[in-house]
């Protein structure tokens, strides 16, 4: 199993920047994903941003140019730089770990983190 911990949400106001991060622990197998997703008020989860262990980048078209993922290997940490942030990136934010073991295909979430984007 893999635990992942979120923080740094919070309430900001339109324009403002937030970091978020996230530490994985536990049974992490290697190459993986790490990521961001979001789940806006009414509607269904998105992506946000991904890395891979090599450091390849996937970003939802709404956030690029504003929003940055990193990532450390070594600590099993994920962040996620959100800047100029707009009243349409208010979501739960999740952090997920997902990739290919010898059991199979695995995806692990955490419990989410609250961003709220308002004046």
């Known amino acids: 199993q893999v635990q992942l911990v979120e923080s740094g949400g919070g309430l900001v106001q339109p324009g403002g920047s937030l970091r978020l991060s996230c530490v994985a622990s536990?049974?992490?197998?290697?190459?993986?994903?790490m990521g961001w997703y979001r789940q806006p008020p009414g509607k269904q989860r998105e992506l946000v941003a991904t890395?891979?262990?090599?450091?390849?980048?996937n970003y939802a078209d709404s956030v690029k140019a504003r929003f940055t993922i990193s990532r450390d290997n070594a600590a099993n940490t994920v962040s996620l730089q959100m800047n100029n942030l707009k009243p349409e990136d208010t979501a739960l934010y999740y952090c997920?770990?997902?990739?290919?073991?010898?059991?199979?295909?695995?995806?692990?979430w955490g419990q989410g983190t609250q961003v709220t984007v308002s004046s």
């Open positions: 536990g049974s992490i197998f290697w190459p993986n994903v």
């Open positions: 997920n770990l997902q990739g290919r073991t010898f059991s199979g295909y695995r995806s692990y």
């Open positions: 890395m891979t262990s090599a450091s390849n980048t």
